[in-house]
């Protein structure tokens, strides 16, 4: 076990200053149990992707970056048990070698396995749910340094999954596989808005995975990227009026595409392409905010809409937004809970008091069309405006009440957000 004050005490983005007292990191589960048996208050600390203090905690923090790295594949059974510490580019290229691969990656590929589903983080395509969807099977360290071990079918499980570091740490996960493909990747300039919205099913359904990037002024959506699976039906030779890029882009207008997965047309590994930056390089680190709301799919024209009206405002603070789709699941806490949605995401320039001030604008915009924020970045919405969003957010709070009655887990976060506290 290594103990450490927390020296580096910042985010990834470098906007979250991390206050708890110390920082642990276990070498084993033996380890990991003990931190977490006798601490007062933890939480774990995984990838520091998360914009806001959910993975803070007023004790410790654990880290299980030097826990057993190892990857178990079931072939038979078409899963992969990985440590929660793991992160997805790793994991993808290790399946990859073998011939196998997941339904989707996020944008980022550096986010670590345990974090990304704890928050119900997602990639893009109509038919594919978020990254938890894929999850057969967790392996806790429960308040008491137990080891508890559930697997879809047992009760409770899908209130588990999506957890938000209110149940345990997670040690491993039990993820569902299938034998890999190849996509290419298509970019489309200049898309006009009327085409899209006047058939925005079309729009997002015209690829395995679609994101639209926009600064929301104009009469024109900035990027489209198209990501298609070579073994899933003809590819688009146009896009609803848009330019076939013919050179390499990044989302954010102006800045170099070294850091972007290959695009062009050119196919390749799902490992190297579903995610939209390359694993070796670390995109915009500490010069980026960033802010994601979920609307249910029957609102999402509306919902464009009430943004593009708020242009006057969003312009001036954004890099870029990015507009993606997901397929409904049954996780308790997930964004998708019983919805298929889409996804707002603002990449802000790194103003936060001014960003700040501005996100309770954009909440009142989409709040009648139900939006349910990202839980790992910026949002001002407290729990009793989110309870009501989530069917099953009484009886998570009262799982979570049973797994941890002393308050172990929780933090300033949870508290506001969840217990209303």
């Not at 070498?27 to 007062?40: C, D, I, K, P, Y």
């Not at 826990?67 to 440590?83: H, K, Q, R, S």
């Not at 999850?135 to 429960?142: D, F, I, Q, W």
């Not at 209130?159 to 190849?182: I, K, S, W, Y």
Request: a negative charge; hydrophobic letters at 45%; proline letters at 5%.
């Amino acid at each position: 076990m290594i103990e450490e004050q927390v020296r580096d005490r910042l985010n990834w983005a470098g906007n979250y200053e991390y206050r708890a007292r110390s920082l642990e990191r276990p070498t084993s589960l033996a380890e990991l149990q003990r931190a977490v048996g006798e601490a007062g208050t933890v939480s774990a600390l995984g990838s520091r992707h998360s914009f806001n203090d959910i993975a803070d905690s007023p004790g410790t923090l654990v880290s299980l970056d030097l826990l057993d790295p190892a990857v178990d594949i079931d072939e038979a059974a078409l899963t992969v048990t990985v440590g929660a510490g793991v992160r997805y580019g790793v994991l993808a290229e290790h399946l990859q070698r073998r011939g196998f691969a997941l339904h989707n990656l996020a944008s980022l590929p550096h986010i670590s396995v345990g974090g990304a589903i704890a928050t119900a983080t997602h990639g893009s395509g109509d038919g594919n749910g978020n990254l938890a969807t894929a999850v057969v099977a967790l392996e806790l360290v429960t308040a008491s340094g137990d080891v508890l071990t559930v697997a879809a079918g047992d009760p409770d499980f899908e209130g588990m999954v999506v957890g938000l570091g209110a149940l345990g740490v997670t040690h491993r996960v039990t993820l569902r596989v299938e034998p890999t493909f190849d996509v290419r990747q298509d970019v489309f300039t200049g898309v006009p808005w009327d085409a899209v919205l006047a058939d925005y099913d079309a729009a997002t359904s015209s690829a395995y995975s679609v994101s639209l990037f926009t600064d929301w002024a104009g009469d024109t959506i900035g990027q489209a990227w198209l990501k298609s699976r070579l073994d899933g039906g003809p590819v688009p030779a146009e896009y609803f009026g848009g330019i076939a890029a013919d050179r390499a882009l990044h989302p954010v207008p102006g800045v170099a595409a070294d850091h972007c997965t290959q695009q062009l047309g050119v196919a390749g590994p799902w490992s190297d392409r579903l995610a939209h930056f390359r694993l070796a390089f670390t995109p915009s680190n500490g010069e980026e905010l960033q802010t994601e709301y979920l609307v249910g799919r029957e609102h999402a024209v509306e919902a464009i809409q009430a943004m593009r009206s708020l242009a006057p405002r969003i312009t001036p603070l954004l890099q870029v937004s990015e507009i993606r789709s997901m397929a409904a699941d049954e996780l308790w806490l997930s964004n998708n809970y019983q919805r298929a949605g889409i996804g707002l995401h603002f990449t802000w320039k790194p103003a936060q008091p001014e960003v700040e001030a501005l996100l309770p604008e954009i909440e009142a915009a989409l709040a009648p069309f139900a939006m349910r924020p990202h839980w790992g970045k910026l949002f001002v919405a407290d729990a009793a405006q989110l309870a009501p969003l989530y069917p099953r957010f009484d009886d998570f709070r009262a799982l979570a009440h049973r797994m941890d009655p002393d308050g172990k887990f929780r933090n300033a976060f949870l508290d506001r957000t969840v217990f209303g506290q």
